[in-house]
């Protein structure tokens, strides 16, 4: 069975730290790219990172550039978020996929698999 378990959601203030781990399984983790996503209330969905196969430089959507981080442990299938400097419109159900191809976050080729989601909240 295919599957994508994002954790490590939760309820923290702002300025604080959580690591969103996505735990991979089912499928080959090391063919695709793992890009990680989020919803906020009321709005769309939005990449907001990815992984690559082919690129050692991870990508950032503008708004988490520098305070987030996205790293992979392939022996773990696993791939992480680490948020730092979190702020109220962070909040939001982050959720994790394996695509084909991250071009850039949230333009991707051929999204095969998403997870669940895990909800964080930034309290102000």
């Known amino acids: 069975e295919v599957q994508l378990v994002e954790s490590g959601g939760g309820l923290v203030q702002a300025g604080g730290s959580l690591r969103l781990s996505c735990a991979a399984s089912?499928?080959?983790?090391?063919?695709?790219?793992i890009a990680w996503f989020r919803q906020a209330p009321g709005k769309e969905r939005e990449g907001i990172s990815c992984?690559?196969?082919?690129?050692?430089?991870?990508h950032y959507k503008d708004s988490v550039k520098g305070r987030f981080t996205i790293s992979s442990d392939n022996a773990k299938n696993t791939v992480y978020l680490h948020m730092n400097s979190l702020k109220p419109e962070d909040t939001a159900v982050y959720y994790c996929a394996a695509v084909q191809r991250c071009l850039r976050p949230g333009s991707y080729v051929g999204l095969d698999y998403w997870g669940k989601g895990t909800l964080v909240t930034v309290s102000s």
């Open positions: 089912g499928f080959t983790f090391d063919t695709y790219d």
């Open positions: 992984i690559t196969r082919s690129d050692p430089a991870p």
